[in-house]
């Protein structure tokens, strides 16, 4: 195992990642403006993209089985990428030319690769990290996914201007196959970890890993509640910046500031890791998010970039919090699905808050905060009130 880490490094794993993140944050805006443009209306982009992450949900506990039967789960992760990159090419350059079922069903099959594109590369992490490594690195590559979102959604919007929708969307799927080489070197993991089971009956063991940690269950419970508030941001941006600023194009700064704290909160906290359990930083998270949703319900400008700065503060360490307790707590057999499963349920929940934020935004911003709030409340009372 030692010969293959040095063969194929934490670097290596590093750029795949981000390549396979960058992707994944400008799909969505890449999509609605696609929409846009094709239909000059944003509600087929709307429901393509609630398709696409929803369907994560179906596909993370399948994929992961497959990750952790593989003698070389570098090689499934490799052809999960591969079908990915294909599948949304498809999706982009179809969408608006077939019917909406049509692009729904694409999306659908696209998105169930969804959390295998993300967590399936932070469930192998510990194939490339010694033990004592493994906090320093899980916050690491946690932080990946805080760069991708800060560049992700303001790059997509900017190319999409210079160049257009379609160009766009076939260097994001470059992207994703520019990854797929550093997936395919992944090292072998030992036959001890093969599994000779049926395929179906090992789909399962993930969620029963979860159920039966009291970490893993905590953890789990409290990011996806957390979760579902939080994914209303998207909506929350636009909305605030047009009540704040004057217009609603100051949404992308606000997400921006929200991306570059989380980047710094979560740089931090991979440096001082070992000050405090990932369980306790996961349950401040929300607390802290609470108080950004507070925060965004007062006029003050200063007040609201604060709100957003605190929201990512909160967002990246509990991220990389997660994962410090995935990998503690999940077995080599059943990592993959540990993490797929709790990504699917996290990106379900977004997606929900999302569209629920999108329909009550309609009416009044204070409602979705209100809704918000009461989800990150609630995340804290879980934390607390789960054996």
Same mark, same amino acid.
């Given at each position: 195992m030692k010969t293959h880490i040095r063969r194929y490094g934490f670097g290596q794993y590093l750029a795949g990642a981000l390549l396979t993140r960058l992707s994944d944050e400008m799909d969505g805006q890449t999509l609605l403006l696609l929409s846009l443009a094709v239909t000059h209306r944003v509600t087929l982009g709307a429901d393509v993209l609630a398709a696409l992450t929803a369907s994560a949900a179906i596909g993370g506990p399948l994929w992961g089985a497959l990750l952790d039967r593989a003698p070389q789960p570098g090689r499934v992760l490799a052809g999960a990428l591969g079908a990915y990159a294909v599948g949304f090419g498809i999706l982009a350059t179809t969408l608006g030319h077939i019917s909406v079922w049509q692009s729904v069903m694409v999306a659908v099959a696209v998105g169930s690769l969804t959390s295998t594109i993300s967590s399936g590369w932070s469930s192998r992490l510990p194939d490339l990290v010694s033990a004592s490594q493994i906090d320093r690195a899980s916050a690491v590559d946690a932080a990946s996914y805080n760069v991708a979102g800060l560049v992700g959604p303001a790059g997509a919007g900017l190319l999409v201007m210079v160049w257009g929708g379609i160009p766009v969307a076939?260097?994001? *799927?470059? +992207?994703?196959?520019?990854? &797929?080489?550093?997936?395919? @070197? %992944?090292?072998? &993991?030992?036959a001890k970890h093969h599994q000779v089971s049926g395929f179906l009956s090992d789909v399962w063991p993930g969620l029963r890993t979860i159920a039966s940690s009291r970490a893993l269950r905590r953890v789990? =419970? =409290? *990011? =996806? /509640? *957390?979760? !579902?508030? !939080?994914? %209303?941001?998207? /909506? &929350? #941006?636009?909305?605030?910046?047009?009540?704040? +600023?004057? @217009? #609603?194009? +100051?949404?992308g700064p606000l997400l921006s500031v929200l991306s570059a704290a989380a980047l710094l909160a979560t740089a931090i906290y991979a440096k001082y890791s070992r000050v405090a359990p990932p369980e306790v930083v996961v349950g401040a998270t929300p607390f802290i998010m609470a108080l950004g949703f507070v925060l965004l319900m007062t006029s003050s400008r200063g007040l609201v970039v604060a709100a957003m700065a605190l929201l990512g503060i909160a967002d990246g360490p509990q991220l990389a919090a997660v994962f410090a307790v995935r990998h503690r707590e999940a077995e080599d057999t059943t990592r993959s699905q540990v993490f797929m499963t709790g990504a699917s349920l996290k990106i379900a929940a977004a997606s929900l808050g999302m569209a629920l934020a999108g329909h009550l935004g309609a009416s009044s911003l204070r409602i979705v905060l209100v809704v918000a709030l009461a989800a990150e409340l609630g995340a804290e009372v879980a934390y607390f009130a789960l054996p």
């Amino acid at each position: 195992m030692k010969t293959h880490i040095r063969r194929y490094g934490f670097g290596q794993y590093l750029a795949g990642a981000l390549l396979t993140r960058l992707s994944d944050e400008m799909d969505g805006q890449t999509l609605l403006l696609l929409s846009l443009a094709v239909t000059h209306r944003v509600t087929l982009g709307a429901d393509v993209l609630a398709a696409l992450t929803a369907s994560a949900a179906i596909g993370g506990p399948l994929w992961g089985a497959l990750l952790d039967r593989a003698p070389q789960p570098g090689r499934v992760l490799a052809g999960a990428l591969g079908a990915y990159a294909v599948g949304f090419g498809i999706l982009a350059t179809t969408l608006g030319h077939i019917s909406v079922w049509q692009s729904v069903m694409v999306a659908v099959a696209v998105g169930s690769l969804t959390s295998t594109i993300s967590s399936g590369w932070s469930s192998r992490l510990p194939d490339l990290v010694s033990a004592s490594q493994i906090d320093r690195a899980s916050a690491v590559d946690a932080a990946s996914y805080n760069v991708a979102g800060l560049v992700g959604p303001a790059g997509a919007g900017l190319l999409v201007m210079v160049w257009g929708g379609i160009p766009v969307a076939i260097l994001l *799927s470059g +992207f994703i196959l520019a990854a &797929v080489p550093a997936a395919w @070197r %992944m090292p072998a &993991v030992p036959a001890k970890h093969h599994q000779v089971s049926g395929f179906l009956s090992d789909v399962w063991p993930g969620l029963r890993t979860i159920a039966s940690s009291r970490a893993l269950r905590r953890v789990t =419970v =409290v *990011s =996806v /509640v *957390s979760y !579902f508030g !939080f994914g %209303m941001i998207g /909506v &929350v #941006a636009p909305l605030t910046a047009q009540g704040t +600023f004057g @217009r #609603a194009g +100051f949404g992308g700064p606000l997400l921006s500031v929200l991306s570059a704290a989380a980047l710094l909160a979560t740089a931090i906290y991979a440096k001082y890791s070992r000050v405090a359990p990932p369980e306790v930083v996961v349950g401040a998270t929300p607390f802290i998010m609470a108080l950004g949703f507070v925060l965004l319900m007062t006029s003050s400008r200063g007040l609201v970039v604060a709100a957003m700065a605190l929201l990512g503060i909160a967002d990246g360490p509990q991220l990389a919090a997660v994962f410090a307790v995935r990998h503690r707590e999940a077995e080599d057999t059943t990592r993959s699905q540990v993490f797929m499963t709790g990504a699917s349920l996290k990106i379900a929940a977004a997606s929900l808050g999302m569209a629920l934020a999108g329909h009550l935004g309609a009416s009044s911003l204070r409602i979705v905060l209100v809704v918000a709030l009461a989800a990150e409340l609630g995340a804290e009372v879980a934390y607390f009130a789960l054996p």
